[in-house]
């Protein structure tokens, strides 16, 4: 059986307690064993994190210690999943740069603050993680973010739709959903998701349980890689 990690906390306004829940429902329904946590002290057991298939940071703001973001990197390197979303992802600990790099970004903004209705548009064939899924239109934040230009984007919102100081420049489409590979691991982030009610949609839902089950299925397939290249004599740099 699989193994999750749910670490909630961090900034109250954006639901942590109820969206971990949601999350925690999404994964037993895939057949992990999930444990819930409200601490990220969580992090601190380096062998506990690495033999985990997916860890999930639900944890906006607050400070991290530079240890426990090392553990979770080193467990990310070596094949642990971690996926997220909104603030609970990237927009947590924003002293860490270490823990932006591994997420693939971080927020800056968001024009309108909360109730802004907006559309996010799929790249279609772009992965089977969104394949079936139609572009939607959110009322909500809509993120503007920093992102790591090695990221994968599977869907987009174009900005501006709220006038700010940004609305001179050239319309531009904002990443919302990624991935990316930190070491062996596989890194998958959802910008959406302000509220629990947010990350309930259908829509946001199923983008996230695809974004658990893709993150998680990382750690098999690095450990079977792995072994045949040590099998074949290439050497980890060949893998």
Not at 138 to 147: C, F, P
Request: proline share 4%; charged share 20%; with cysteine.
């Amino acid at each position: 059986m699989k193994k999750a990690l749910i670490v909630q906390g961090g900034w109250q306004g954006h639901e942590p307690k109820q969206v971990a829940e949601i999350f925690r429902t999404v994964l037993e329904e895939e057949g992990f064993e999930v444990e819930v946590s409200d601490t990220l002290e969580a992090f601190a057991d380096a062998e506990k994190l690495l033999g985990l298939d997916l860890i999930v940071p639900v944890w906006t703001m607050g400070e991290i210690d530079k240890q426990l973001a090392k553990n979770v990197s080193e467990a990310v390197q070596s094949g642990v999943g971690i996926a997220g979303c909104h603030g609970g992802m990237c927009d947590s600990f924003r002293n860490n740069v270490d823990w932006q790099f591994m997420t693939g970004g971080n927020w800056v903004a968001h024009p309108g603050n909360d109730g802004v209705e907006y559309v996010v548009n799929i790249k279609g064939s772009s992965s089977p993680l969104v394949e079936g899924i139609e572009d939607f239109t959110v009322v909500s934040e809509q993120y503007y973010l920093h992102v790591d230009p090695a990221v994968e984007v599977l869907a987009t919102t174009r900005f501006p739709v709220v006038e700010g100081p940004h609305s001179l420049n050239k319309a531009v489409d904002m990443p919302v959903v990624w991935t990316k590979r930190w070491g062996v691991g596989r890194v998958y982030y959802c910008s959406l998701g302000h509220v629990a009610n947010i990350v309930d949609m259908p829509e946001v839902k199923l983008l996230m349980r695809r974004g658990f089950l893709w993150s998680a299925a990382g750690k098999a397939l690095a450990s079977t890689t792995a072994a045949a290249a040590q099998y074949s004599g290439m050497g980890d740099s060949q893998v």
